[in-house]
C-alpha cells in the first residue's frame, strides 16, 4: 500500500509513521511491522530493525508479503542466512506450496548450501514434478563434488549419483531442454568418462545442442583431445577449416593432429572411412597441401583473410622445429612475410600479426628484410634531402607497420644517443605530417599517427634509462602534445601516469586516470596505479578516495555474484555456476585487494585524529617478471598486513601493572595478548628477511612494466628498522614489572631516526646543467618518516599508559615510606628525554618541509632556458605545462605531508609525563 | 586470423584494450553475469593468436516468450583499434543474427549514438535501418539493470540521443522512419517498456510489413 510506496521513494520515515498507524490500528499485521522494519534498517537503526524482523519471524509467517518484505529486508542486513530460516519454517507449515520452496532453494543457493539445495530441488520435483527442479538437485550435486575437499569422494559419490539420476531421466525418455544434456556433458566431463560424453553429444541428445554456435562440434572436439584421437581430431578441424578459414584454433588442432598422426605413423583404413569425422590428413604433403588450397580459396572470399597465410608460416614454424622443411617447398618466410605485409600492411594489425613469426628471419637479414618493406611503401620527399613522407592513410599504416618492426627487431636498440635523437626527431616529423589526414576524426577516435608519438617516446624512454636525464622531459612534452591532438588515446594517458609516477608527480595521475573512465572491475586490473603512488607520493586524499573506489567494488561482488549464480539456475546455464563462483573467488584473492584492504586501514589508522590510545586502554611483461613482481608484491604485502597487526594490536594490551613477581599475568589473559605481539613481531622479522633476500637479487623491471613496491625504500632509508625497534619496544616495556626498571628505552631510536631524516634532506627538485632533476626518492622517503613517527607515537602512548600509572604507584609509595631512598627509576626520564627527542626532531623535519615549499614556491620554471635549441615552438609549450605540473604536483605533496606531521607534534606535545 | 568463442568472465579481467576505448561503456560485474547467465550463447569473443582479446559482442533476446514475440538486440559491440577495419565488428554481427535466427528472433536491432557516425555507416552497411531516435538514452553510465529504479525523470530535447536501428531477415527496409522522442530511463527494463507500449500499435507483423 501507501507505505511501501514510501519505502520504494526512499521516504523511510514516512513509511515508519504510515507503519505505525496501521499497526495502531491492527496490532498484529505482520506486514506493516517488516515495512516498518525496513524502514528502520534504512535510517540506520538496525538493531532495533532485527528486533521487529524477528518478532514477524519467530511467528512463522505464511503471507507472501511479508515473507518478502522479510527477504528484502535481511537481504539489506546482509544476512542471507536468515532468509533460509524463514523459508523454512514456511515450507513446513505449507508442505505443497511450490513458490515457497523455490524461495528456500533460492535461499540456499544464495549462501552456497549444496546438500540442502539437493534437497530442497527434490522436494519441489515431487510437488511438481518439473524437470528444471530435477536437474536443479542434480546440479547441486556438482557443486557438492566441487566444493568438496576430498577428491575422491567427489568422483566416487556425487558425481556418480550425479550421473545416475540423468541416466534415470534419459532412460524413462524425460529429457526436455539442451541444458539437461549440457548438465549430463558436464558431470561425464568431469568424471572424465570422455567415452561417454562423446556418444551423448553425438548421439540423439547432442541433436539439443544448438544455442551456442558449433557447440555439438567444439563439444566432440574437446573429447577427440581427451581421447587422444587424433584421426577424428584432425578431420574436424579440417571440416570447419574448410567451413571459415580463418578460425585460428582449428589450424592449431589440424597441425597438431597432422604430427600426432605422423609420430604414431597412423595410416588410413583401406575400406572404411578415414574416421568418424570423415577424411583425415596424416602427411606433410597433405598438410602443405591443405594449406596452399586455403590460400588458393582465400581470393575467391568476399574480404581478404588473414588466416590462411599466417597458417603457411605456423607450418614452417612446425617443419623447421621438427628439422625439415626445405624439402616441402612452401617458400621462404623472409619472402612470405614480404607478401604478407604487401597484401596486409595497411592494416593496423599487420604489425601484431607478423610479430609472431618474426623468430622465423635470421637476424642477420633484419636490416634487409625492413629496406625491402620499406621500399614498396609510395612515400614522397618534398625536396632532395628532405624526409620522404607516405601520400595517404594506406601508405602512413604501411610505415608504421615497418617503424614498429623495426623496434621489435632491435634496429634501433644499437643506435648511439645521437642517432636515437635523430629517428626521434624524424618519428615527431612524421607524426605531425600525419595529423593531415586525421583532421576530420572525431574526439573519440584515435590520430592514424598516434603510433608515431607512442614510437618516439618509447625511445626517448631507453635514453632516459641510459641516464639522459632531458629524454624524460621530452617524452612527456611529446605525449602531452599527442594527447591534445587525440584526446582519448589510452595508451598516452597510462604512459603519461607511469612517467609522472616515476617522477614522484601525482596530481596530474588523478586527471589523467579519471579520463580514462575506468570503473568496476578495471579497479582490479589498473586500479593499482593510483594506489601504488598516491600515497607513497604523499597524496592522502586522493589515496582514501582511491582505496574507497577499489574496495566498494571489490565488497560488491559477493553480493551481486550470488544473485547471478540463482539466475544461471533459472535460465539453465548450469556451465556458468561454477565459472561465476570461480570468477568470485578470483576476484576475492586478488592481490590488489589485499593490498588496498591493508594500506587502507594503514591510512586511515595514519590519517585519524587517533585518540584511541586512551580510548583504548578503555604493457608487455615477460613471465619473469610477472612471477617475480608477484612474489615481490606478496613479500610486500606480508610486511604491510603485519605492520597493520601489530599497530592495531596495541590498544588491546590494556596493561595493568601487577605486583612484581606476580603469578597472575597468565590467567588475566593479558599475557596472551602481549604474546600474539611478540610473535607478530617474530613473523615480521622474517618477513622482513626475505624481503631482504629478494631484493638481493637486484631486479629491475622494465620501465613500463610492473611498478616496483616500496619494499626497496623501506629498507634503505632505515624506516624498517626504526619500526621493528618501536615494536620491540612494546616488547621491552611490557617486562617493566617483572625484569625491573632497566634500560627499557635504548639509546638508538634518536639514531635511526635522524638517519631516516637525512635521507628526506635534499631538493625535489634542482637544475643542473639546463636540466630539470627531480628526486622522487625524497618524497618516498618523507612519507616513510611520517608514518614511522605516527608509529612511533602510538608505541609511545603505550608507553605512557603503562609509565603513568606506575609513576603515580610509586609516588604514593614514596609518601608512605616518607623516605628519599626510594629513587625513581632512570626509565621516567628516559622516556622525557625520547619524547623530547621526537618532538624536536618532528619539528625539524616539519622546518625542512617548510623550507622545501619555499624553494618549490621560488622555483620560477619559466625562466628556464630550454637549452634544446632543437625543440619547436609548440613542444616549449607544452614542456612548461609538463614541469609546471611536476612542480605543482610536488607542491601539494610536501604541503599535505606537513599538514600531516602538524597534527602529529600536537599529538608529541600532550605525551610528556 | 581469428579465434571465435564464448566470453567467459575471466576475459572481464583481460578487456582493457577493448575497453579503454571511449565509447565503449565498462559495466558493472552484475550486467554482464546478467548477460552470461541469461543469454550466454549472444556473448562472443574473437582472439587473435598471440592471445590478445580483439573484440566481442554481447546481445540478447528481448519481447515476450508467451506471446512468441521476441527479436534480438545487441547490447554492445566494440572492436580494439589494432583490430579495426578487418570487418570483425561485421563477422561478429553475423554470428549474432545467426543465432538470433535459429532462436526464432524476428529481428535484430540495437541503439547507437547518432554521434557515433562510424558505426551508424557500419550499421547500414550491413542492412539496418535507422527506426527512431532517442533522447538521453545514454545519460546513466552505470548500466546496471535495476539502478535507480526511483528514476529521477529529466526531460530533455537535446538532439544528440541515441538511433535505434534494425534489421529484418529478407526485408530490405525501404521507408525510414524516425520518431522523436522524450527517453528519461537510464536502464534497458524501463526502455522496453516505452518502445512498445500497448498505445504504439506495435506489433511485429507490422514490421514485416513495412
Known amino acids: 500500500g501507501e507505505h511501501r510506496d514510501y519505502l520504494d521513494n526512499g521516504n523511510n520515515k514516512m513509511a515508519i509513521q504510515q507503519a505505525d498507524k496501521l499497526l495502531k490500528k491492527h496490532k498484529d499485521l505482520h506486514c506493516a511491522k517488516v515495512l516498518k522494519a525496513i524502514g528502520l534498517q534504512r535510517t540506520g537503526k538496525q538493531d532495533e530493525a532485527y528486533a521487529l524482523a524477528q518478532e514477524v519471524a519467530a511467528l512463522e509467517p505464511t503471507d507472501d508479503n511479508s515473507l518478502q518484505a522479510l527477504t528484502i529486508l535481511y537481504r539489506e542486513m546482509h544476512r542471507p542466512e536468515l532468509v533460509t530460516k524463514l523459508y523454512e519454517a514456511a515450507v513446513k507449515k505449507v508442505p505443497n506450496s511450490e513458490e515457497y520452496h523455490s524461495h528456500l532453494f533460492m535461499a540456499y543457493a544464495r549462501v552456497g548450501e549444496y546438500k540442502k539445495m539437493q534437497q530442497a530441488g527434490m522436494a519441489l520435483y515431487k510437488i511438481v514434478p518439473k524437470n528444471p527442479y530435477y536437474f536443479w538437485s542434480v546440479m547441486s550435486l556438482i557443486m557438492q563434488s566441487i566444493s568438496a575437499q576430498d577428491e575422491n569422494l567427489s568422483k566416487t559419490m556425487f558425481l556418480p549419483l550425479a550421473e545416475r539420476m540423468v541416466e534415470k531421466m534419459v532412460k524413462e525418455d524425460k529429457i526436455e531442454a539442451e541444458a539437461e544434456v549440457e548438465l549430463y556433458y558436464m558431470i561425464l566431463e568431469r568424471l572424465e568418462k570422455y567415452k561417454e560424453a562423446l556418444d551423448v553429444v553425438r548421439g540423439k541428445l547432442g541433436e539439443k545442442l544448438t544455442s551456442e554456435l558449433q557447440s555439438r562440434e567444439n563439444k566432440c572436439m574437446a573429447m577427440y583431445k581427451k581421447l587422444h584421437r587424433w584421426p577424428e581430431c584432425n578431420a574436424l578441424a579440417r571440416r570447419l577449416l574448410l567451413k571459415n578459414s580463418d578460425d585460428w584454433q582449428f589450424y592449431i588442432t589440424y597441425f597438431d593432429s597432422v604430427f600426432q598422426l605422423i609420430d604414431e605413423s597412423w595410416t588410413p583404413p583401406a575400406e572404411e572411412e578415414h574416421s568418424l569425422e570423415g577424411e583425415v590428413h596424416c602427411s606433410i604433403e597433405q598438410a602443405v597441401n591443405f594449406i596452399e588450397e586455403r590460400i588458393a580459396g582465400e581470393s575467391r572470399s568476399s574480404r581478404p583473410l588473414r588466416g590462411p597465410f599466417l597458417a603457411k608460416l605456423e607450418l614452417i614454424r612446425r617443419l623447421r622445429h621438427r628439422g625439415c622443411n626445405d624439402e616441402y617447398k612452401l617458400g621462404d618466410p623472409e619472402e612470405l612475410m614480404f607478401q604478407y605485409f604487401k597484401k596486409f600492411g595497411d592494416k593496423p594489425c599487420c604489425f601484431t600479426d607478423l610479430k609472431v613469426f618474426v623468430d622465423l628471419l635470421p637476424p642477420s637479414q633484419y636490416t634487409k628484410f625492413i629496406q625491402q618493406l620499406l621500399d614498396i611503401i609510395p612515400l614522397v620527399a618534398a625536396a632532395e634531402d628532405e624526409v620522404a613522407l607516405p601520400g595517404d592513410i594506406k601508405a602512413l599504416q604501411q610505415h608504421l607497420c615497418v617503424v614498429q618492426l623495426s623496434r621489435l627487431l632491435g634496429i634501433y636498440h644499437t643506435m648511439d644517443k645521437k642517432q636515437k635523437l635523430a629517428v626521434v626527431r624524424e618519428l615527431m616529423l612524421r607524426y605531425r605530417h600525419g595529423l593531415e589526414f586525421g583532421k576530420s576524426c572525431l574526439k573519440t577516435e584515435l590520430q592514424f599517427s598516434d603510433y608515431y608519438c607512442l614510437l618516439a617516446v618509447h625511445l626517448l624512454l631507453d635514453l632516459w634509462l641510459e641516464g639522459e636525464e632531458a629524454a624524460v622531459w621530452q617524452c612527456l612534452t611529446l605525449l602531452e602534445e599527442g594527447l591534445s591532438h587525440s584526446p582519448s588515446n589510452a595508451q598516452f594517458k597510462l604512459l603519461l601516469i607511469r612517467i609522472y609516477c616515476r617522477l614522484g608527480a601525482f596530481e596530474p595521475v588523478s586527471e589523467l586516470y579519471s579520463s580514462l573512465d575506468a570503473k568496476h572491475i578495471q579497479h582490479d586490473t589498473i586500479g593499482y596505479l593510483l594506489t601504488r603512488y598516491a600515497s607513497s607520493l604523499g597524496h592522502y586524499a586522493a589515496a582514501s578516495q582511491s582505496c574507497n573506489f577499489a574496495l566498494r567494488f571489490f565488497h560488491s561482488n559477493q553480493k551481486d555474484t550470488s544473485e547471478y549464480i540463482i539466475q544461471a539456475y533459472k535460465y539453465g546455464a548450469f556451465e556458468k555456476i561454477p565459472e561465476f563462483i570461480a570468477f568470485r573467488n578470483r576476484l576475492n584473492s586478488s592481490l590488489h585487494f589485499a593490498q588496498v584492504r591493508t594500506e587502507r586501514m594503514l591510512l586511515d589508522l595514519l590519517l585519524e585524529n587517533w585518540e584511541w590510545a586512551k580510548r583504548g586502554l578503555g604493457e608487455d611483461i615477460s613471465e619473469e617478471h610477472r612471477k617475480l613482481s608477484l612474489e615481490e608484491e606478496t613479500l610486500w604485502l606480508r610486511i604491510r598486513s603485519l605492520t597493520l597487526r601489530l599497530v592495531s594490536g596495541l590498544p588491546t594490551l590494556a596493561h595493568t601493572i601487577q605486583p612484581k613477581n606476580s603469578e597472575k599475568t597468565a590467567e588475566n589473559g593479558v599475557s596472551s595478548k602481549i604474546d600474539t605481539i611478540r610473535a607478530l613481531l617474530q613473523q615480521l622479522e622474517a618477513a622482513v628477511d626475505s624481503g631482504k633476500k629478494f631484493l638481493e637479487q637486484k631486479i629491475q623491471y622494465p620501465v613500463l612494466g610492473p611498478p616496483p613496491t616500496r619494499m626497496a625504500g623501506f629498507f634503505s632509508n632505515g624506516s624498517c628498522q626504526c619500526q621493528t625497534s618501536l615494536f620491540y619496544l612494546v616488547s621491552d616495556i611490557y617486562e617493566l614489572d617483572t625484569n625491573g626498571l632497566g634500560k627499557c628505552l635504548g639509546q638508538g631510536f634518536s639514531f635511526f631516526f635522524s638517519d631516516l631524516f637525512n635521507k628526506c634532506k635534499g631538493d625535489l627538485i634542482e637544475v643542473r646543467d639546463g636540466t630539470l632533476k627531480t628526486h622522487p626518492n625524497l618524497l618516498e622517503n618523507l612519507v616513510f618518516f611520517v608514518e614511522t613517527i605516527s608509529i612511533a607515537l602510538w608505541v609511545s602512548s603505550y608507553c605512557d599508559s603503562v609509565l603513568r600509572p606506575f609513576k603515580s604507584n610509586l609516588q604514593k609509595k614514596k609518601k608512605k615510606k616518607k623516605e628519599s631512598s626510594v629513587a625513581m627509576p632512570p626509565v621516567f626520564t628516559h622516556f622525557l628525554d625520547y619524547v623530547t627527542e621526537l618532538q624536536t626532531l618532528t619539528s625539524n623535519v616539519i622546518d625542512h618541509i617548510k623550507g622545501l615549499e619555499i624553494i618549490l614556491t621560488a622555483l620560477k620554471l619559466e625562466e628556464l632556458s630550454l637549452k634544446d635549441t632543437l625543440l619547436l615552438q609548440e613542444e616549449k609549450k607544452f614542456t612548461k605545462t609538463v614541469q609546471g605540473k611536476v612542480q605543482s604536483s610536488y607542491h601539494h605533496s610536501v604541503q599535505e605531508i606537513g599538514e600531516l606531521l602538524k597534527k602529529r607534534l600536537d599529538t608529541i606535545k600532550k605525551l610528556k609525563i | ?210
Open chain 2, 1 to 210: 586470423m581469428t579465434t571465435l568463442r564464448a566470453f567467459t568472465c575471466d576475459d572481464l579481467f583481460r578487456f582493457n584494450n577493448i575497453n579503454l576505448d571511449p565509447l565503449t561503456e565498462t559495466y558493472g560485474i552484475p550486467f554482464y553475469l546478467q548477460y552470461l547467465a541469461h543469454w550466454p550463447e549472444y556473448f562472443i569473443v574473437a582472439e587473435a593468436p598471440g592471445g590478445e582479446l580483439m573484440g566481442y559482442i554481447m546481445g540478447k533476446a528481448e519481447g515476450s516468450v508467451a506471446r512468441e514475440e521476441w527479436h534480438g538486440h545487441v547490447t554492445a559491440l566494440s572492436v580494439a583499434p589494432e583490430f579495426r577495419r578487418l570487418g570483425l565488428a561485421a563477422k561478429l554481427m553475423e554470428l549474432l543474427e545467426e543465432i538470433s535466427e535459429k532462436k526464432g528472433g524476428f529481428f535484430v536491432d540495437l541503439f547507437v549514438r547518432v554521434s557515433n557516425q562510424v558505426a551508424v555507416n557500419m550499421y547500414k552497411q550491413l542492412g539496418y535501418s535507422v527506426y527512431r531516435t532517442v533522447l538521453e538514452y545514454y545519460s546513466a553510465s552505470s548500466g546496471e539493470p535495476d539502478e535507480d529504479a526511483y528514476g529521477k525523470f529529466v526531460f530533455s530535447l537535446k538532439l544528440n540521443g541515441t538511433i535505434l536501428m534494425l534489421r529484418i531477415p529478407g526485408l530490405v527496409c525501404k521507408t525510414i522512419i524516425i520518431f522523436l522522442a522524450y527517453e528519461t530511463g537510464s536502464d534497458s527494463c524501463r526502455l522496453m517498456g516505452f518502445m512498445y507500449p500497448p498505445l504504439d500499435n506495435f506489433s511485429y507483423l507490422r514490421l514485416y510489413q513495412l
